[in-house]
């Protein structure tokens, strides 16, 4: 599989450090508030690269963290009159249950942040230690000169950069001893959450999260580390400058970003009154039409997000389902079930789909022409398999459907569980009906249940169902 390297600028070969695993950290959101279709992108991107390199037969280690001590989390906890702790915690709950929705998997470990001070303080010690870092009065700095291959990921002119951000060390605002030097440690301000460290009271700083939680949950050199393209500076250079200098190993060898969502063809922001979260397009739509929508584009372009663009995701998206929902309807009112010997010859044209949907996606995750390749076999499907097909024909042909799409993630079977829970209720509500004399209302349900193809039938017992 070939894998753009942000590191190289180029498309390499993935090999990992160990054969048949993958180790890979993924920057989380930082939790203020229900999660945007922004934050979603590279949730979506990244479990589909963790999907697909577990149906390749990886065994994947997947991290990815939660930023749970922030100005912005302190600030909501403040207008709210509640600990930061209860913002942060309201609003990793809703991102898990968000995240479910779109079908992005739990990641093997989720840490947070404010579980990991330890860690964060010993590493910055050690930075000390190697001469990396230095304190001024309760701040500690990253010394950046001092580590030569600073800006290596995001191939920046430092000396452009530094010049700059000189006028800050001129004003004085800055205590530090060069423009491009971070923070990996800050004071305590009145009324903030604080731990106790070596240079007083105070809080990590938000790079020196990654490199802690990253090599306590998968070690100190790692196979891939991804998130948007806005990371790539400061964020992931700092994160690369603190790793490498205290573990003295390379850190991360495959570097992905991705590309940023434009709402209207503009940049999403609350200012301009173009932001949705995921909560609120999900009221809407269901979610794995975003999903959906994610993976027909490449995912280091850039992707607009507009009305149009969701509702031509929801309909093409309905096509695989609804051709899924004719093969099972297909494969029930089956008269033969075993293969005649040209759906024999037909089913063996199949494996083309498969192999060009992995061709595909093993050219740097190129999930737009996945999907064609899906829509393909849909087409075949939906001209090969009918009324006299046998019971085998069309199982078959359902599996792959449902198999291809799920190496994308995209769910296109609508759940025999769902639909039947969903009868029990109409036919509870329609009970409720006729007990109050409702007689009408108990009418009309029975009618949309016929429409679905469930004919009703009073027994003694009880309202029985079938499917007409
Ligand atoms: P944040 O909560 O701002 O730290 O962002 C969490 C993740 O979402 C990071 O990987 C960001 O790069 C990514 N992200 C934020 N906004 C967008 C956007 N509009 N498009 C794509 N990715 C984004
Ligand atoms: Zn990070």
Not at 140 to 166: A, C, I, P, Q
Not at 434 to 439: G, L, N, P, S, V
Request: include cysteine; charge should be negative.
């Amino acid at each position: 599989m070939k894998l753009y390297n942000t590191l190289t600028k180029k498309k390499e070969e993935f090999v990992p450090l160990q054969e048949g695993k993958v180790t890979m950290y993924v920057c989380g959101p930082t939790v203020y508030n229900f999660i945007h279709i922004g934050n979603a992108r590279p949730m979506i991107v990244f479990d589909t690269v963790r999907r697909y390199m577990e149906y390749k037969g990886y065994e994947v280690n997947f991290v990815s963290n939660f930023t749970d001590v922030d100005d912005k989390i302190i600030k909501k906890s403040i207008e709210e009159g509640v600990s930061a702790e209860e913002v942060s915690e309201r609003y990793i709950k809703e991102c898990k249950k968000d995240m479910a929705d779109m079908n992005v998997k739990p990641a093997t470990t989720h840490p947070q942040a404010t579980q990991e001070i330890d860690g964060m303080i010993a590493m910055i010690e050690t930075l000390m230690e190697k001469g990396y870092a230095y304190d001024v009065n309760g701040t500690v700095y990253f010394r950046t000169r001092k580590f030569e291959e600073y800006g290596k990921l995001s191939h920046k002119n430092l000396d452009d950069l530094r010049s700059g951000n000189r006028s800050l060390l001129v004003s004085g605002e800055d205590q530090k001893e060069d423009p491009m030097d971070f923070v990996l440690w800050k004071p305590k301000k009145e009324g903030e959450p604080f731990w106790v460290s070596p240079w007083g009271e105070g809080r990590p700083g938000w790079h020196i999260e990654c490199s802690v939680m990253a090599k306590k949950y998968l070690g100190e050199e790692i196979d891939i580390h991804a998130g948007g393209e806005d990371l790539i500076f400061p964020h992931h250079e700092n994160e690369i400058a603190q790793s490498e200098c205290c573990n003295g190993k390379t850190f991360a060898h495959y570097w992905l970003h991705n590309g940023f969502l434009n709402i209207d063809n503009r940049k999403m922001s609350k200012s301009l009154g173009n932001f949705f979260t995921v909560r609120e397009i999900g009221e809407q739509y269901d979610l794995q039409v975003l999903r959906f929508f994610m993976l027909s584009a490449h995912y280091r372009s850039p992707i607009n997000f507009s009305r149009e663009i969701m509702e031509s995701s929801k309909n093409a998206l309905e096509r695989i389902v609804t051709a899924v929902s004719n093969l099972t309807h297909l494969a029930q009112e089956a008269a033969v079930d075993v293969l005649s010997d040209a759906e024999e010859k037909l089913l063996a044209e199949i494996p083309v789909y498969r192999k060009k949907l992995e061709d595909a996606m093993d050219d740097d995750l190129n999930t737009a022409d996945a999907i064609s390749a899906i829509f393909e076999l849909v087409k075949f499907a939906n001209t090969n398999a009918n009324d006299a097909s046998s019971g085998a024909f069309v199982t078959a042909l359902k599996k792959e459907i449902v198999a291809l799409s799920d190496v994308l993630g995209l769910q296109v079977e609508k759940k025999e569980e769902n639909l039947d829970a969903e009868i029990e209720k109409m036919i509870e509500e329609r009970q409720a009906a006729r007990k109050a004399r409702d007689f009408k209302r108990a009418d009309e349900i029975r009618d949309e249940l016929l429409a679905q193809g469930i004919i009703l039938e009073d027994t003694r017992e009880g309202v029985k169902w079938k499917r007409a």
